[in-house]
C-alpha cells in the first residue's frame, strides 16, 4: 500500500516548505558534492525539492525523481518546465521519444531530470544507488519505518539530505481547549503504516540521525519549521480538517467535540486570527571517508 498524496497539496504547501528548508545545509552538500553532481530524489512527488535546491547547487546536475506515483511524476515535469519558463530557461526533452527525461537549460549549466517510478518500500533494491553522488528527500521519512531507514543507510555510500521530517513540535495560536486532544489523535495518524512499516512520525529526526551514527556518517542538522501566518487561508484551511479528520478517526468517541474544534478554528482562519507553526528538522549525512 502507497500512502497518495495530491497534486494539489503539494502545490499548496511548496511555498512554505520552501521557506522552511535549511539553505545552510543545502549549501554544505553542494561543497561536497563533485563539479556536476548525480542526485537521486526519492519520494519526489512534483518536484519540489528540485526546484528549491537545484538553485542553490548553482551548477550543472543530472537528477533522479523517484516515486510510486506516475501522475505526481508527471506533474512534476509539467511543473519544472513552468518554473524554468518563468526564469526565461529553455527546455528541450532529449533522448528517444517516450524516454522521461527532460533538460533545463540555466545560466549556471543544464539541468537534467529524469523520472523512476518506483514503489520506494523495497528500497534500496531497485536504486541506483552506484550512478549517484547525493540522495535527498523532502517530507518523506517521516512516513517510513525504523527498519526502512536502515536498509537505506546501510546500503548508502553517499551524501544524504533529508529535508522537513516533521519532530512533533506543533502549535495553533491562539490556544483551545481541545488542542492536546486533536494532536494526540494526529500523532497517532502520523505513526499508521504509510507502505513501509510502522511510520516514524515525529520521531523521525532522531531515529534517523542515530542510524547515520552508527553507521559512521558525521550529521548536521537545522529546524525548518512551517511558519503558517493568520494571511495564508489556503493552507490553513487545509491542515484544520486534516488534523480533525486524523484526530476523529483515532478519538472516534470525541468526534463532536473535534469537529466542534474545526469549526472553531476555520472561523477563526477566515476572521484573520488563526496562525500554526509545525516543527520539522532537515538533516545532513555525510558518510564516512
Ligand atoms: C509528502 S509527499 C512529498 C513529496 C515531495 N518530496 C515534496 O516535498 O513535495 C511524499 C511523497 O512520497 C511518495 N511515496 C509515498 N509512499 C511511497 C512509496 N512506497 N514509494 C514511492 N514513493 C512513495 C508519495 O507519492 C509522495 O510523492
Do not use: N, Y
Not at 516548505?17 to 530524489?41: K, N
Not at 529553455?90 to 549549466?109: D, I, K, W
Not at 536502515?150 to 495553533?172: H, I, N, Q, S, Y
Amino acid at each position: 500500500m502507497t500512502e497518495r498524496f495530491s497534486a494539489d497539496w503539494l502545490t499548496l504547501r511548496e511555498p512554505f516548505d520552501a521557506a522552511a528548508r535549511s539553505v545552510g545545509l543545502a549549501e554544505r552538500l553542494g561543497a561536497v558534492l563533485p563539479e556536476r553532481p548525480r542526485l537521486l530524489d526519492l519520494g519526489a512527488g512534483s518536484g519540489s525539492l528540485f526546484r528549491w535546491l537545484a538553485p542553490i547547487l548553482g551548477r550543472a546536475q543530472v537528477w533522479t525523481l523517484a516515486d510510486a506515483d506516475e501522475e505526481l511524476l508527471l506533474r512534476a515535469f509539467d511543473d519544472i518546465a513552468q518554473w524554468a519558463a518563468v526564469r526565461g530557461w529553455t527546455v528541450t526533452l532529449p533522448g528517444r521519444v517516450g524516454h522521461r527525461a527532460m533538460l533545463v537549460h540555466t545560466p549556471f549549466g543544464a539541468l537534467r531530470v529524469e523520472a523512476l517510478c518506483i514503489d520506494l518500500a523495497g528500497a534500496p533494491g531497485g536504486l541506483p544507488l552506484a550512478e549517484t553522488d547525493g540522495v535527498v528527500c523532502s517530507a518523506l521519512l517521516d512516513l517510513v519505518s525504523a527498519a526502512w531507514l536502515e536498509r537505506l543507510v546501510a546500503a548508502l555510500r553517499v551524501p544524504l539530505l533529508a529535508c522537513l521530517a516533521v519532530d512533533g513540535r506543533e502549535t495553533f495560536l491562539p490556544a483551545h481547549p481541545l488542542d492536546a486532544r486533536v494532536r494526540s489523535g494526529f500523532r497517532r495518524d502520523q505513526v499508521r503504516d504509510k507502505g513501509f512499516g510502522p511510520a516514524l512520525g515525529p520521531r523521525a529526526p532522531a531515529v534517523l540521525h542515530a542510524t547515520l551514527e552508527a553507521r559512521g556518517f558525521a550529521v548536521a542538522s537545522a529546524p525548518s519549521d512551517w511558519r503558517i501566518p493568520s494571511s495564508a487561508l489556503g493552507m490553513l484551511g487545509a491542515l484544520v480538517p486534516g488534523h480533525a479528520e486524523a484526530a476523529a478517526r483515532a478519538h472516534p468517541g470525541s468526534r463532536g467535540a473535534i469537529d466542534a474544534w474545526r469549526k472553531a478554528r476555520m472561523r477563526q482562519a477566515i476572521a484573520g486570527r488563526l496562525a500554526i507553526r509545525v516543527g520539522h528538522r532537515d538533516s545532513l549525512g555525510l558518510p564516512p571517508r
